[in-house]
């Protein structure tokens, strides 16, 4: 996996054909601020989405215009008047939506 996947916890992650090609794509997010404070909280990680290469990898995709931040635990998709949403719910936090953009 690339390096900015692991510079936290992966927590929920979601495939879907995201750009409509036929090809799933990995929405992940996470961070984890209820462990030990010896290790310090792990919430660096503001989400990702991740783009099949069509050989087995996955590439960032570079243009980001979304934040998750927080402690994110899932990840679901709705359809509302025929446009996708992703909801995130965040620990002890209000839930981010994500519209898909194709």
């Known amino acids: 996996m690339p390096f900015l996947t692991q510079i936290?916890?992966?927590?929920?992650?979601?495939?879907?054909?995201?750009?409509?090609n036929g090809l799933k794509v990995i929405l992940i997010?996470?961070?984890?601020?209820e462990i030990n404070s010896q290790l310090g909280r792990l919430d660096a990680f503001h989400g990702l989405i991740l783009l099949n290469d069509k050989k087995a990898f996955f590439t960032?995709?570079?243009?980001?215009?979304?934040?998750?931040?927080?402690?994110?635990?899932?990840i679901e998709k709705i359809n509302i008047n025929g446009i996708?949403?992703?909801?995130?719910?965040?620990?002890?936090?209000?839930?981010v939506f994500l519209k898909n953009n194709d």
Not at 29 to 33: I, K, L, R
Not at 68 to 74: K, L, N, Q, Y
Not at 86 to 92: D, G
């Open 8 to 20: 936290s916890s992966i927590k929920t992650l979601y495939l879907d054909d995201f750009e409509k």
């Open 84 to 95: 996708e949403y992703y909801i995130i719910t965040i620990n002890n936090n209000s839930p």
């Open 29 to 33: 997010a996470g961070n984890d601020v």
């Open 60 to 74: 960032i995709k570079k243009e980001r215009s979304f934040d998750i931040s927080g402690s994110a635990r899932d």
